[in-house]
């Protein structure tokens, strides 16, 4: 999940610190972070105070990611791994990488 995670915030990034040209339709220009994360006056403030109680009382509907159902199977990999001498990888060509060299010892 942390690769995802990663190209996500690469991703974000890139898409909130590029430029909009000015358009005769109407739309915004300028840069996505400045236009939403620091308006223009008048400021107002939309924040939405979440106590404590509600964020508990639904905790319940939210499940982590399950990355391997069978606890064995995800062992063996993990086992896997260690014989490979590979880590977790922080990109997803890398972990593309480790996919096939471990699919390949599975199957």
């Avoid at 000015?22 to 996505?32: C, F, I, N, R």
Wanted: negative net charge; contains cysteine; proline residues 7%.
């Amino acid at each position: 999940m942390n690769i995802i995670q990663s190209d996500i915030q690469v991703f974000a990034n890139n898409w909130n610190t590029h430029r909009i040209r000015p358009s005769s339709t109407g739309v915004a220009s300028g840069v996505p972070d400045e236009l939403f994360f620091l308006p223009q006056p008048p400021y107002t403030d939309c924040a939405l105070v979440v106590r404590p109680d509600d964020v508990n009382q639904f905790r319940h509907f939210v499940s982590r990611p399950q990355t391997c159902v069978n606890a064995d199977y995800e062992d063996y990999l993990i086992y896997l791994m260690g014989i490979y001498n590979a880590a977790m990888p922080d990109s997803w060509q890398g972990a593309t990488d480790l996919f096939i060299k471990l699919a390949s010892s599975v199957s």
